[in-house]
């Protein structure tokens, strides 16, 4: 049928030709691409919480959304639970990270605010951002100069309204942490609001896997974003905060207004993850014994450096070479994929090395041995 549609067939051939052609693949291999950074996804605790959810007559389906009959007390159990799990007001549950960020940021900042977000922010936060009536502005990657000189330079110009400056815990194609702390003290002296995604922080950073900015998460003017299907192992997010944040997003996010319920079995999946955080100390304790192993040995075999998270970002540039290598590694059984743009600016297309639960310091290390092959084959 591509005679019937001549310019979709074409920009997929030129993708194709170009090495950014896209297609879905079956799992295999050793899992260095998924972000189940703790083994939950397929552990015995969801298992059996699952179990225990279905026999206590848990539904697996909402019906509707969350304003009509789709509200499930496994909905409010899990948002109470989790706003006292990681220090906030309240809390809210939403299908997924994507969804989530375009809620808050097509309905919180208000038309006359400033929305002043890192340059390397996830794209669901460019999608609220379109959606929204606020003015945006980025700033240089994890530069807190260039943040406080935007909104001088916002204020001089004119600007009255709220800002609100937006960034990650932990950036997904980069691994490199945001500098949390010091952007609270950015937002606490200009009176801007802080909203910090914690998508690939949950679970592995903080005191208890609550994220890097779980001290300061208390705060008023501190929004925090958990999603729940990288360390926790399910699916759906929490946006925590302020009441009168989650109330306004009750009331007018058109993605949680007219969305169905997530299902009240993912709930109640959800709230075991959170539980098992807190009480399985050994979990969060194993993942970090793999990353620093990790971050040795990309150092000792391939002489990579400088990573600082459970993603390792190896950055080869050229669309076609990336793919090459990922296929290569695929083959000898490690699953790592190549990521191109739009996800990641021109020139610098990279494989993108994940530790996830299931792997073990050995098949990490032969992991290694086969990607310094690769590499050696490219000089």
Known sequence: MTEAFPRHATALETLQKRGRFRQLMPRAGHDFASNDYLGLAASDVLKQAA???LARGVAVGAGGSRLLRGNDVEHGLLEQEAAAFFGTEAALFMGGGFNANQAIFSTLPQQGDLVLYDALIHASTHDGMRLGRAETRRFAHNDVQDAAAQISDWRVSGGTGQIWIA????????????????MAVLAEATGAVLVVDEAHATGVFGDLGR???HDIAHRSRVL???????GLGVSGALICGAQVLIDTLINRARGFIFATAPSPLNAALV???LQDLAQTLVRR????????HAH????RLCGLKGFQSQILPVILGEDQCTMQVAQALQGQGFDIRGIRPPTVPRGTSRLRISLTGSLTMR???????ALAGELEALK
């Open 271 to 273: 709230r075991a993850a």
């Open 51 to 53: 179990a225990d959810a």
């Open 363 to 369: 098949v990490i290390t032969a992991m290694f041995e």
């Open 167 to 182: 960034i990650e815990a932990v950036y997904s194609m980069e691994g490199t942490l945001g500098p949390v702390a010091e």
């Open 296 to 299: 040795a040995e990309a150092a």
């Open 211 to 213: 994220g890097l900015a």
């Open 285 to 292: 304790e194993q993942a970090w014994d793999q990353i620093n």
């Open 224 to 230: 925090t974003l958990h999603t729940c299907g990288k």
